[in-house]
Structures are given as structure tokens and as C-alpha cells.
């Protein structure tokens, strides 16, 4: 999940060119996505998933624009700063790999997870282009290139989309460093920094792991010299992983506040000490106490297990005896 995120969690309906077809979807963002449909059948309720999109990239899927259709979208692992989300309100069961499911409407008993999917309009069915807060519009692609090399550590301070000297030296950087060139092969070139990026932050950051039997709700506060961040909740399916920071951590700067969501009342992650500031909600705060006068609670977080020094990067796994219980 994304709190207060800078992206807009935004369908639009405005065009990148070409022609429209039935049930296209055009990634008008700077991020890779993976992109999920649903809609109503005879039988219930369909999904599919994942389409890469790649950005300014479209393709179609899912039905015909006659259908009413519900649309999800999330960026791949590839960027620091954890996943963004382009969502709406209807919980549809959905898998971590490829899937197609037809009218399945107990997701935790097949061991599925759940996203939030968006309701698409009538214009939307035929075309929907999924947006950040900043419209790139044509420069997509550009936009995307330089987000990706970012994401693998070169000198990009600004997403902008408009190619200049700074990104021609630092795809040059890029390609001495493999020791490949691509000259006008700009989809090569993007499939191979962002494979690039994926292999390089998957090692990096905060992964919480439930083997539990029930869901899980976490909130990460990290705090680096006079500095404090908390944000929260992600939700953690049973048997499933979620990266809380993607970037590299320090020893002692991360800490978590999880609770196990089960049916007889939420149980509190044990080891707790470090107070923080959080909210029912999704929320960030930058209070670590004075929790009430700012509209928070507190509450004791977990400190993270120090990193790998090489990665900065650890993971931490959590079942039910690392809970204690509390009133429902």
C-alpha cells in the first residue's frame, strides 16, 4: 500500500496516440507496471493477470468495451521507495504469479491475496490510461528510461521526460558498465535496465514475511540522526511477503509495529519497546511522541534485525508465537 504517496492513484481517459481498441490499457506513467482486469460473468466474477506494461506501452485486456470492467495496476519491484498502486474499492482475489481465476470468491482459502480494484467507466472500457499526479503524456517512455536509471544507482535527480545531455551520459555509463550498446533500441534498452534494477533492489531494504495463518497489518517507523518517519499499513496475506522500505537500510534505523488479524481479536508482535506514532489509517507521520496533540496514537515497534552490510537489505519472518494476545 501506498500512504500519501506522491503519484496519483489516477485512471484517465487521455489518449497516447495510436489508434483505440476494445479493453486497451496504456501506461501513461515513468514505472513498469503489471496490470490486472476483472469483470462479471455468469458465473461470477473473472480476473487476470499480470500484463507488463512498459511505459507510454499499451495492450489490450481483458473484455470488450460492452462489459463493465474493474481495473488494478502496480509497479514492479524494480524502484526504491516500494510499490505503487493504481487502485479503487472492489476486493478481487488475485495470485503473485500469472493468473486467471473464474467466479472464486474465498480468496484466503485457496491461499490468494486480495487488491483493490477500480471501477472503469464506459470511456474507460475502450481505452484507460493509468497516470501519475504529473502527466507525461508522450514522454512516458522517456520519463520511464530515466525512473529506471534511478532505480539503478546513476546520476537522475530529475523524472522529467524530456532526454538531455545528462541521460544520454548516464545510459552511456549504463552500457559501459554491461558492454552492450543500443542505439535506437529503446525497448531493449528499458527491458534491460529494469532487469537490472529488479536483480539489484530485490536484495535491498525491509521485507516482513507472514507464516502465519491469518492476515497481518504492519507499520514501519525508520529513524536515521534527528530524523523520523512512520508509515503505515500494509497488509500481509498468509503465506505471502511485503517489502516495507526498498532501499538500503542502516543498522538500527528500522522498526516495525505488526499486528496478527485474527478472528478472535488482534494479537500485538512481542519485543515491542520503541514508541512511535500511528494512526487507524493509512497515515505518515514524522512524530516520534506528542502523538495525541498531532491527532496520533502511540504505540511500541520491534526494532528490525540488522542488515546484510553488503545489500542493506534484511528480511524479517513472523508467525503466530512471535504474537502475544490482546483484547478483541
Known amino acids: 500500500m501506498i500512504a500519501r504517496t506522491l503519484l496519483a492513484a489516477v485512471l484517465g481517459a487521455a489518449a497516447l496516440g495510436g489508434p483505440a481498441f476494445a479493453g486497451e490499457v496504456c501506461n501513461g506513467t515513468s514505472f ?32 470488450g468495451a460492452d462489459t463493465d470492467q474493474f481495473l488494478y495496476a502496480r509497479s514492479t519491484g524494480a524502484y526504491p521507495g516500494g510499490v505503487r498502486e493504481w487502485r479503487g474499492a472492489l476486493e478481487v482475489c488475485v495470485d503473485e504469479v500469472d493468473f486467471s481465476f473464474d467466479g472464486i470468491a474465498n480468496c484466503a482459502a485457496l491461499g490468494l491475496q486480495t487488491r483493490q480494484f477500480r471501477r472503469l467507466n464506459a470511456a474507460e472500457r475502450t481505452r484507460a490510461v493509468l497516470v501519475e499526479l504529473e502527466d507525461f503524456g508522450e514522454r512516458a517512455e522517456e520519463a520511464g528510461l530515466q525512473r529506471l536509471l534511478q ?47 529488479l536483480e539489484r533492489n ?94 496520533f496514537t502511540l504505540a511500541r515497534f520491534r526494532a528490525a534485525p540488522a542488515p546484510d552490510p553488503a545489500t542493506g537489505g534484511v528480511t524479517l519472518r513472523l508467525a503466530a508465537p512471535d504474537f502475544e494476545e490482546i483484547d478483541a
Open 32 to 63: 513498469m507496471l503489471d496490470v490486472a482486469k476483472a469483470w462479471p460473468t455468469e458465473t461470477g466474477l473473472t480476473a487476470e493477470g499480470w500484463t507488463r506494461l512498459a511505459p507510454g506501452a499499451c495492450a489490450d485486456v481483458g473484455p
Open 151 to 197: 532505480a539503478n544507482g546513476y546520476d537522475m535527480p530529475i523524472i522529467d521526460g524530456f532526454a538531455g545531455r545528462r541521460t544520454r551520459r548516464q545510459i552511456a555509463a549504463f552500457e559501459a558498465e554491461i558492454g552492450r550498446t543500443f542505439g535506437d533500441d529503446r525497448t531493449g534498452l528499458i527491458n534491460a535496465l529494469h532487469a537490472r534494477a
Open 202 to 295: 530485490a536484495r535491498t531494504g525491509l521485507r516482513v514475511c507472514n507464516d502465519a495463518e491469518a492476515p497481518m497489518a504492519a507499520a514501519l517507523a525508520r529513524v536515521r540522526g534527528s530524523e523520523t518517519q512512520v508509515r503505515g499499513w500494509w497488509r500481509i496475506e498468509p503465506g505471502a511477503c511485503m517489502r516495507l522500505a526498498s532501499d538500503r537500510l542502516m543498522a538500527g534505523e528500522a522498526h516495525v509495529h505488526v499486528r496478527l488479524l485474527t478472528d478472535q481479536g488482534e494479537r500485538h508482535l512481542t519485543g515491542a519497546e520503541a514508541p512511535f506514532c500511528i494512526a487507524p489509517g493509512r497515515f505518515v507521520s514524522d512524530n516520534a511522541s506528542g502523538c495525541e496533540r498531532h491527532g
